[in-house]
């Protein structure tokens, strides 16, 4: 069954989602592909052209960078995408872990879309290049999704 479900954002469009998406913390996708596109995209793409894209809030206001999508190689999924903000070149620069099924794909702009305003990702939790967070602590996770209110890929 499909759910659509329309985000205003300026010049971009509706986001398309299905229960499945949803169920399995699946990032959204938005845009309609192109008869032409060549490869497989959107639904399956190289992790390597989705990093350096820009992550853009629905009020269009540029966050930051895709610096890495990290995977959770035991159950198979991406458990989280790291945005870089700030900084100039890589001095002062911040990290912060979004859960991908906070994301949406936007495939007419090449870019991401996060549903949080500048001052709440501000207020995330973050971290620098030299001191990523545990991952074996499951609270830290837990935080994590809840903050972004995103249900855990792992349940």
Known sequence: MERSTDRSVTGRGAVRTT????AQGGAQIAGTPSKDHPGPGPRIMAASTLTRDKIVNLQGETLGDMQEIMLDVSR???AYAVLSAGGFLGMGERYFAI???A???DIENKCFIVDIDRERLSNA???DKDNWPS?????WSRDLYAYYNTPPYWE
């Open 19 to 22: 229960d499945e998406t949803i």
């Open 76 to 78: 198979g999924r991406v």
């Open 99 to 101: 859960p991908w099924g």
């Open 103 to 105: 994301l949406t794909l």
């Open 125 to 127: 939790p973050g971290f």
């Open 135 to 139: 991952t074996a602590d499951e609270r």
